[in-house]
């Protein structure tokens, strides 16, 4: 027999507004059956239990993180780290440094990179890279996923030279002669370096945020050796468990998620995964869904996602007006709204939801029209479409999420790591960016998550930045356009609840209450008592998942 599980004599805010807040819990067989006082819940032990004293400590929902690219950030460590690295040369050291511990010819993987984080904040060439690795190829992705950064050897093992000609949707950045690649690929010219990547342990190599053409060549990815994998997605998982995280929403390919299915079905991976498949039609996955077995309580598919447009780091956010430092540059549309309109039909029909990064304001207005016009085609029942990032909104496109009945994911770091870029490149635009409590205000389901590994995991670090609008050294004083921010139980309940009602999962979990999925943590201060700034130090003591404690510090 299970143990049941009591938690007693503590401050649990359940994210049920009819019963806010209780002293104890009884968790039996993973899930809760019951809520109340200590001495209410003690009336209901069976004589096999075990006991968390929390003495005081708090109690909430697992965390929902409802937008990361797992196999990406599990991949990351194994690659090169190069976040919050503050100079270029000193990620050419670390380039330097893997190079002499790898064989000739070895494709070398960077993750992280960031020139708005350097002393000197311009764009590398291959030329930098060129000067410590004259025999690897090397590929570094841009913090945001947006860009990769190469040498010479990269280049030229992809056919990329004077004559390349851009590809639908992406960029080759070029001298200023117009011709001679520097090093820098943006957008969908990713993948004429990413198709010919080959690694020791994965013939595929991680993905960046980009989807391109559903092509045939993108259905072939082959795994060669899973080992070194596996253990990087266990470590990735005791991280995630490590910051409170129970659930996911998972943005990747078919045979990524392939390799999460399999490790969860083996009891291999503490996570629940919600998961949208790129590079796929619509026929497709329905297919597959069809044919696979899969356990709805671990494992749930939830449709499409693809992209719109690029990154406010890259420049390639898809803007109405051009950007305030480059006014020739208005970023860049990856796909044509035909194309999008037609794979969104084919999935809703399907009974497929649909995610659509858009991050630009003409991004997201072009994306609000096709659904718009989609809506006076088809009746769309019960489905759970939403838009990615949604960093930058018009005025008037607000209440057009409502209406539309479209979820906005958000991920509240953004804020912090993209404010100063986006006073350089929106302006006075600004006003309108990362909106949360406007969204709300308007009645739109906001739910938020990391978009890992393009930002660090820590839903505690993303509730305070939601709270304040300031980056963790208190910039700015006041909060960044603070109108737009939320309460801690309004950030808490987009971390929890609204991530369980995107993947129409509300009933069973992102709440405290009866009958519900035990999936919780157990902080170690109480964050609704404590100064914003203080909520920054405040740790996850206890995960639990599925009743079981599955991390404890």
């Not at 919050?84 to 440094?97: H, L």
């Not at 090397?138 to 950064?149: A, E, N, Q, T, Y």
């Not at 390799?259 to 996570?271: H, M, P, R």
Request: include cysteine.
């Amino acid at each position: 027999m299970n143990k049941d599980l009591i938690l007693f004599n503590g401050n649990i805010y359940t994210m049920n507004f009819s019963k806010p807040k209780v002293e104890a819990l009884l968790i039996r067989k993973g899930k809760i059956i019951a809520l109340g006082t200590n001495e209410e819940i003690k009336s209901n032990l069976n004589m096999n239990y075990e006991f968390i004293d929390l003495k005081g400590k708090v109690v909430l929902p697992g965390f929902i993180d409802s937008h990361v690219h797992f196999l990406n950030y599990a991949k990351s460590l194994i690659g090169i780290n190069l976040n919050n690295i503050e100079s270029k040369e000193a990620v050419i050291d670390k380039v330097k440094t893997r190079v002499s511990k790898s064989k000739p010819e070895v494709w070398i993987l960077g993750y992280g990179w960031n020139e708005n984080d350097w002393r000197v904040k311009t764009l590398p060439s291959k030329s930098d890279l060129d000067k410590v690795c004259d025999k690897n190829p090397v590929v570094l992705f841009r913090k945001d996923g947006h860009s990769i950064w190469v040498n010479s050897i990269a280049l030229k093992k992809s056919g990329i030279n004077e004559q390349t000609l851009d590809p639908a949707g992406g960029k080759i950045v070029r001298e200023p002669d117009g011709k001679k690649p520097i090093g820098i690929l943006k957008e969908n010219a990713i993948y004429l370096v990413l198709k010919k990547i080959k690694t020791e342990d994965v013939k595929d190599t991680v993905m960046t945020p980009v989807l391109t053409s559903l092509s045939d060549d993108s259905k072939k990815t082959k795994i060669k050796k899973l080992g070194n994998i596996n253990d990087a997605i266990k470590l990735a998982s005791k991280n995630f468990n490590k910051v409170g995280i129970t659930s996911i929403h998972n943005m990747e390919n078919m045979d990524r998620q392939k390799i999460l299915f399999d490790l969860n079905s083996k009891g291999e991976l503490n996570l629940r995964v919600y998961s949208f498949f790129e590079k796929i039609e619509p026929e497709d996955l329905n297919d597959f869904i069809k044919n696979i077995d899969l356990d709805k309580k671990w494992i749930k598919i939830g449709g499409i996602k693809l992209f719109y447009d690029g990154s406010l780091g890259s420049r390639t956010a898809w803007m109405v007006e051009p950007y305030d430092d480059n006014k020739d540059n208005h970023g860049m549309k990856v796909m044509k709204e035909a194309e999008v309109e037609r794979l969104i039909i084919s999935a809703n029909q399907l009974g497929l939801n649909f995610a659509i990064h858009a991050i630009g304001d003409r991004a997201n207005k072009e994306v609000l029209d096709i659904y718009e016009k989609i809506l006076r085609k088809i009746k769309i029942k019960q489905l759970r479409n939403r838009v990615e990032h949604v960093q930058i909104l018009r005025e008037e496109d607000f209440i057009r999420f409502k209406k539309l009945n479209l979820i906005a994911s958000m991920q509240p770091y953004h804020l912090a790591s993209d404010m100063k870029m986006a006073e350089k490149g929106w302006g006075k635009r600004c006003r309108w960016s990362y909106a949360w409590n406007r969204l709300v205000k308007n009645g739109v389901h906001l739910t938020f998550g990391s978009d890992c590994p393009v930002e660090t995991v820590n839903p505690i670090r993303d509730l305070y930045v939601s709270i304040t609008r300031r980056g963790e050294d208190g910039y700015p004083n006041g909060g960044w356009y603070p109108e737009h921010r939320l309460t801690l139980e309004q950030a808490i309940y987009s971390y929890t609840y609204e991530g369980a009602y995107a993947s129409a999962d509300e009933d069973i979990k992102g709440s405290i209450e009866i009958g519900k999925l035990a999936d919780l943590i157990v902080l170690s201060d109480d964050i609704f008592k404590i100064s914003p700034k203080d909520i920054l130090d405040v740790k996850v003591i206890h995960t639990i998942l599925d009743g079981n404690i599955v991390y404890s510090s």
